[in-house]
């Protein structure tokens, strides 16, 4: 069954490539992307299913077990674009081709240094050849990751500066987990980057897999009534999460960092489990971080993070009192 | 022949069509590097079946016969490795830390290991015994393809964002030229003292001088020409053309480079192989599946394999005499 959906979704994702994308490629003479180009619609098209699916699972949980119930729902809107720039795929292959040669250069300088990027599959013993555990372990390690980048995005003022649009919406939804500022993709792109040059990069031939784990991270921003019970200390559930969303979390100081795996939070002692469903949003965010366009919200978010720079660096342009 | 558009309704079903002899030997296999599944699909050529699912690290793309016809390495791009595998049978024999091996290539004296690393954008000569590194070109933007000058002094890579060839000595490991050869050169091959490029993002190959670089012909043979091959009686020549709607193989003249016939094959031909009963293997990297097509009707059927399919490897090859390459099949 499952074998059969994967399959196809690749012959979609090869008719979406030989027929339109290699098309513009050839057109164009980018045909050097040709390579790549199976993958990106691989992830075009796993991404509109996943958001067909999460939309077909949340909706109606969000409809009949909401935490809030909303009279003007404009806010969400903007979460909507947010999903698909990201989850078709725009946003992380705008983030690949800008960052493609300053990627090649450092791996290529690195590798001249006589460093060759390992796999983990190639440093743990045994593990070859059992790619599914492979992919788990790789999922379990990379949201690891993930979990310092966001304390750590939590930890710096400039860096928060950014992470803040994250925060600021107050009408919390499953839709709300690719609302970022385009700078913190960026950084989260760089820092896998890094992680990658130490671990390898993951196996890609389990996007089902793959789309479950991203299922989780909307899931766990969707406005239901609902808890994993003892599951909650390994999975991160819509109202753990949302404690990190809550009005009393944004900025530093905060709690409940993990992506997926709640077990991150345990081991570093920032778990928290309290039976509460509370609002959320940042108090102390610009209304345009709230309520505005997306690009309202992604000029106001690079505005915050160039003044707290200049606050860091004591560049405010002030006369000293 | 069974398209993808087929294939999306219909239960995949294939009747063997045996067509080669029971001599008690391990039966000829065919090896598909599944670059998107970090699987090769090993298949038993009589039956065409999968026999067996090897496991790489991540990209699978190409491959390289030992001169000692010992040992088939496989490249693995993104998992930095070159995995060998048995020539006769596709069984494992581990696999060395090589950095970003895409396509690759023995140099006719067996000295050296040549190895476009793609995405590093390095073209880099390894010791054939030990594998060391021995020499780093860093010639151009995505090298591509590569080959020789059968007397092993000059080797050529395509670059493929560069949109050129390079050339450099192997005699004394320095570069010898870089010429522009059109948009995204893919393919190269030594054919009757000159080279043919493909020229992916035009629609045909060149002929190129390999003393100075110039272009000294040029043959349309259909939009996204990507990889070329010369079958072992010399008599044809193919490029696998994958871009813009229908996908095609076509077939050359060696000499003349007039095209005799282009065959329509849907989803992206890539690498391909030619059995001894004449069948040609094709690697269609849109389909998840390898065409096994008769040259004289230009019927086909194919076999599921795994994702992005990519180079291909018959061992029926090894009962050639002579170097053996990818290309020269």
């Given at each position: 069954m499952l074998h059969s959906l994967d399959q196809f979704f690749s012959i979609l994702a090869g008719y979406m490539d030989e027929y339109t994308v290699v098309p513009v490629l050839y057109h164009f003479h980018w045909m050097e992307w040709d390579e790549l180009s199976f993958d990106w619609c691989l992830v075009c098209m796993y991404g509109l299913f996943a958001v067909i699916v999460t939309y077909a699972i949340c909706w109606p949980l969000e409809h009949f077990f909401p935490i809030e119930r909303w009279d003007n729902k404009s806010a969400v809107l903007v979460d909507v674009f947010y999903t698909f720039l990201n989850r078709v795929g725009v946003i992380p292959v705008i983030t690949f081709l800008l960052f493609y040669q300053a990627q090649t250069c450092f791996t290529g300088w690195v590798v001249d240094l006589g460093y060759i990027p390992p796999t983990l599959d190639s440093l743990i013993?045994?593990?070859?050849?059992?790619p599914i555990l492979t992919f788990w372990l790789y999922a379990l390690l990379l949201d690891g990751a993930d979990y310092w980048r966001h304390r750590l995005s939590h930890s710096f003022r400039a860096w928060y500066a950014l992470h803040a649009l994250h925060h600021a919406?107050?009408?919390?939804?499953?839709?709300?987990?690719?609302?970022?500022h385009i700078f913190d993709d960026f950084i989260s792109f760089a820092w896998f980057f890094i992680i990658g040059l130490a671990?390898?990069?993951?196996?890609?031939?389990?996007p089902l897999l793959m789309l479950g784990l991203r299922f989780i991270e909307s899931f766990s921003h969707?406005?239901?009534?609902?808890n994993f019970g003892p599951l909650e200390w390994l999975v991160v559930s819509p109202r753990f999460h949302r404690l990190h969303h809550a009005l009393r979390a944004?900025?530093?100081?905060?709690?409940?960092?993990?992506?997926?795996?709640?077990l991150w939070d345990v081991i570093f002692r920032t778990a928290d489990f309290s039976p509460l469903y509370l609002p959320t949003g940042?108090?102390?965010?610009?209304?345009a971080l709230a309520t505005g366009s997306y690009l309202a919200q992604q000029i106001c978010g690079a505005k915050m993070f160039f003044a707290s720079l200049a606050k860091t660096f004591g560049l405010t342009g002030r006369k000293p009192a | 022949m069974i398209t993808r558009r087929a294939a999306l309704g219909l239960p995949f079903a294939l009747a063997a069509t045996p067509a080669f002899?029971?001599?008690?030997?391990?039966p000829p296999i065919c090896m598909v590097m599944n670059s998107g599944d970090a699987t090769i699909s090993v298949i038993?050529?009589?039956?065409?079946?999968?026999i067996a699912t090897q496991p790489t690290f991540r990209e699978p793309s190409h491959w390289a016969l030992t001169p000692d016809r010992q040992t088939l390495y496989v490249s693995d791009a993104g998992g930095n490795a070159l995995f060998a595998f048995?020539?006769?049978?596709?069984?494992p024999k581990g696999h060395a830390p090589i950095a970003d091996p895409y396509q690759l290539g023995y140099s006719p004296d067996a000295k050296y290991l040549v190895v476009n690393a793609l995405r590093l954008n390095h073209v880099d000569v390894y010791d054939t015994?030990?594998?060391?590194?021995?020499k780093r070109f860093q010639?151009?933007?995505?090298?591509s393809h590569l080959d020789f000058s059968p007397d092993s002094r000059w080797c050529f890579s395509s670059q493929q964002e560069s949109d050129t060839l390079f050339s450099f000595d192997?005699?004394?490991?320095?570069p010898r030229w870089t010429v522009p050869i059109g948009h995204t050169p893919a393919g190269v091959l030594w054919l009757n003292g000159k080279l043919i490029v493909c020229i992916m993002g035009e629609n045909g190959i060149v002929e190129v001088?390999?003393?100075?670089?110039?272009?000294t012909r040029r043959q349309k043979t259909?939009?996204?020409?990507?990889n070329v091959f010369l079958d072992s009686k010399n008599q044809i020549l193919y490029v696998s053309n994958r871009a813009v709607g229908h996908t095609s193989l076509a077939a050359l003249?060696?000499?003349?480079?007039?095209?005799k016939r282009v065959y329509p094959i849907d989803g992206g031909p890539d690498d391909i192989g030619i059995a001894p009963d004449g069948k040609i293997w094709i690697a269609l990297r849109f389909n998840e599946e390898v065409a096994v097509m008769d040259p004289q009707t230009g019927d086909y059927e194919t076999i599921q394999v795994g994702r992005s399919p990519h180079g291909i490897y018959l061992?029926?090859?090894?009962?050639?005499?002579g170097r053996i390459t990818a290309e020269t099949i």
């Open positions: 013993p045994g593990l070859f050849g059992h919406q107050r009408q919390m939804s499953f839709w709300s987990d690719d609302r970022n671990i390898g990069i993951p196996p890609l031939q389990f969707a406005n239901i009534r609902v944004a900025g530093r100081g905060s709690f409940n960092y993990a992506g997926v795996f709640s940042d108090a102390k965010a610009p209304e | 002899a029971d001599t008690g030997a391990p038993d050529m009589t039956t065409r079946q999968i048995d020539p006769q049978t596709g069984a015994a030990s594998l060391a590194l021995v010639a151009g933007k995505m090298p192997m005699t004394t490991l320095t001088d390999p003393v100075d670089g110039h272009i259909g939009p996204g020409a990507h003249d060696p000499v003349t480079l007039e095209v061992s029926t090859i090894l009962s050639r005499q």
